[in-house]
């Protein structure tokens, strides 16, 4: 009987313990007390379950597209991260998204993401206010700010770019000719990490957008030919007549706001929803949807420091995810 007994209890104990949550690695309070915090989600939600910010005042719940998305185990914040197939998406409709709806001449954003990306190929998006419309020479997109990544056309191949939009369609020239494409974006000297965690960053503060891999400004100048910025808009049109630099990159003229009176036959499809690892994008929506975890992600109203970013990144504690 005794050995019966002391069997079933090594067995109990060797078992694996069912129902206890997962342990998150990082420091969610450094976020939360962050000045100037609008959202953070933290992905410790179930599958089908809306993606709530915690410690602020409004709750932006994110709502699923294409279906329930996977909770997996490990993460920052929460213990646990949202699990992206490359096929489903994450939104707050344009008309819910409060504060979230950062825009205006003098406007100032900062976002913060712990990721783990994988297939740079396919994947684009982290989140933001970014619909760009049906493609080249498109002007009816409004896209506001966005954190983004891979965009070779102006230099910004596998990198982090960070994008900011005045005119919310294609980007114009200080004589108001139009470029192609929206063309204004800090881009950095290194590759955004794949299959590995890390902490991607961007500051805006109404001037310079300045884009940060794992905590640390990523400087990078302009070289105009090889990062194919020589037409006059890059290489004179920024302070004083000089460049606009890679990062950080000099914008200066605000962030798109959308008035569904003075854009109603310009932008018929009206403002962008706030997404999450996917954008509107010649014509689609899942076309460069990212496949990857989200562990945590936060937006701000104002520029953050160096050392704020930095502090951010060592929340996250990266280094204890698996």
Same mark, same amino acid.
């Given at each position: 009987?005794?050995?019966?007994?002391?069997?079933?209890?090594?067995?109990?104990?060797?078992?694996?313990?069912?129902?206890?949550?997962?342990?998150?690695?990082?420091?969610?309070?450094?976020?939360?007390?962050?000045?100037?915090?609008?959202?953070?989600?933290?992905?410790?939600?179930?599958?089908?379950?809306?993606?709530?910010?915690?410690?602020?005042?409004?709750?932006?719940?994110?709502?699923?597209?294409?279906?329930?998305?996977?909770?997996?185990?490990?993460?920052?914040?929460?213990?646990?991260?949202?699990?992206?197939?490359?096929?489903?998406?994450?939104?707050?409709?344009?008309?819910?998204?409060?504060?979230?709806?950062?825009?205006?001449?003098?406007?100032?954003?900062?976002?913060?993401?712990?990721?783990?990306?994988?297939?740079?190929?396919?994947?684009?998006?982290?989140?933001?206010?970014?619909?760009?419309?049906?493609?080249?020479?498109?002007?009816?997109?409004?896209?506001?700010?966005?954190?983004?990544?891979?965009?070779?056309?102006? @230099? +910004?191949?596998?990198?982090? =770019?960070?994008?900011?939009? %005045?005119? $919310?369609?294609?980007?114009?020239? &200080?004589?108001?000719?139009?470029?192609?494409?929206?063309?204004?974006?800090?881009?950095?000297?290194?590759?955004?990490?794949?299959?590995?965690?890390?902490?991607?960053?961007?500051?805006?503060?109404?001037?310079?957008?300045?884009?940060?891999?794992?905590?640390?400004?990523?400087?990078?100048?302009?070289?105009?030919?090889?990062?194919?910025?020589?037409?006059?808009?890059?290489?004179?049109?920024?302070?004083?007549?000089?460049?606009?630099?890679?990062?950080?990159?000099?914008?200066?003229?605000?962030?798109?706001?959308?008035?569904?009176?003075?854009?109603?036959?310009?932008?018929?499809? @009206? +403002?962008?929803?706030?997404? =999450?690892?996917?954008?509107? %994008?010649? $014509?689609?929506?899942?076309?460069? &949807?990212?496949?990857?975890?989200?562990?945590?992600?936060?937006?701000?109203?104002?520029?953050?420091?160096?050392?704020?970013?930095?502090?951010?990144?060592?929340?996250?504690?990266?280094?204890?995810?698996?």
């Amino acid at each position: 009987m005794m050995m019966r007994s002391f069997v079933g209890v090594c067995a109990l104990l060797l078992s694996p313990v069912v129902g206890l949550a997962a342990e998150p690695v990082g420091n969610p309070a450094v976020v939360e007390k962050m000045p100037g915090l609008v959202a953070f989600w933290t992905f410790g939600e179930k599958a089908g379950e809306p993606r709530a910010s915690r410690g602020t005042p409004n709750k932006h719940e994110l709502i699923e597209v294409g279906g329930p998305i996977a909770r997996a185990d490990g993460g920052p914040y929460s213990g646990y991260s949202a699990e992206f197939n490359g096929k489903q998406y994450l939104k707050i409709p344009y008309a819910q998204t409060r504060d979230l709806n950062i825009a205006g001449p003098k406007a100032a954003v900062s976002m913060f993401a712990v990721v783990r990306i994988i297939d740079l190929k396919q994947s684009r998006t982290i989140a933001g206010m970014w619909s760009e419309g049906k493609g080249r020479d498109d002007d009816s997109g409004t896209r506001q700010y966005a954190m983004l990544m891979n965009m070779p056309t102006y @230099g +910004g191949n596998r990198q982090l =770019v960070p994008h900011i939009s %005045a005119e $919310g369609g294609v980007t114009r020239r &200080a004589d108001g000719s139009a470029f192609p494409w929206c063309a204004d974006y800090a881009a950095t000297r290194k590759e955004v990490p794949e299959e590995q965690w890390c902490t991607l960053a961007f500051t805006y503060d109404g001037a310079y957008i300045r884009a940060y891999i794992n905590g640390v400004l990523d400087a990078r100048p302009l070289d105009p030919v090889k990062d194919k910025r020589n037409d006059r808009y890059f290489t004179s049109e920024g302070p004083n007549g000089k460049d606009r630099g890679m990062n950080p990159y000099f914008h200066g003229r605000g962030i798109f706001q959308f008035d569904p009176e003075k854009h109603k036959t310009t932008k018929p499809d @009206g +403002g962008s929803d706030f997404t =999450v690892a996917a954008r509107f %994008a010649v $014509g689609s929506m899942l076309k460069e &949807a990212t496949r990857g975890k989200f562990g945590g992600l936060a937006v701000f109203n104002r520029a953050l420091s160096d050392e704020e970013v930095l502090k951010l990144h060592e929340s996250a504690n990266v280094a204890a995810l698996k």
